[in-house]
């Protein structure tokens, strides 16, 4: 197995370079590769703030990638809650913050009003009081 960086997974689901696209695919067709949490919340910023890409082409770009037989996912279960709460209208960062918050905290504390207001059904998400 190995661990890719976001620029592999992003020359994979852009194929912008056509020489890193290839070798991007060649690989994760090839190979079992690991994604971290970091490189996800990474491609999705980059698919959103330098390729264009609208939340719902993020989401539906991620999970098709994270589908593949050949990719294991950091905290899957995680990731999943997350992008499915993205889906429903949460920041990707946000969202990936959000569901990765242990069970035994009593709240995710946050000064980001846009958060309070755009959380799916998440009521541990609270204003700093």
């Known amino acids: 197995m190995f661990a890719i960086d976001t620029n592999v997974v992003i020359r994979y689901l852009v194929n912008d370079d056509a020489a890193q696209g290839a070798r991007a695919r060649a690989l994760v067709d090839r190979e079992n590769v690991w994604v971290s949490r970091t490189v996800v919340l990474e491609s999705a910023w980059v698919l959103e703030a330098v390729y264009d890409f609208s939340r719902k082409d993020v989401i539906a770009a991620l999970e098709a990638f994270f589908g593949l037989a050949t990719v294991q996912v950091e905290d899957e279960a995680v990731v999943a809650r997350a992008l ?39 009521p541990r998400v609270q204003f700093v009081p």
Do not use: N, Q, W, Y
């Not at 960062?93 to 918050?101: E, R, S, Y």
């Not at 709240?107 to 998440?122: C, E, G, H, M, Y």
């Open 84 to 122: 499915a709460s993205a889906r429903a209208g949460m920041d990707v960062a946000d969202a990936l913050h959000v569901a990765g918050t242990p069970a035994e905290a009593e709240a995710f504390l946050t000064f980001d009003r846009s958060l309070i207001r755009t959380r799916p059904k998440v």
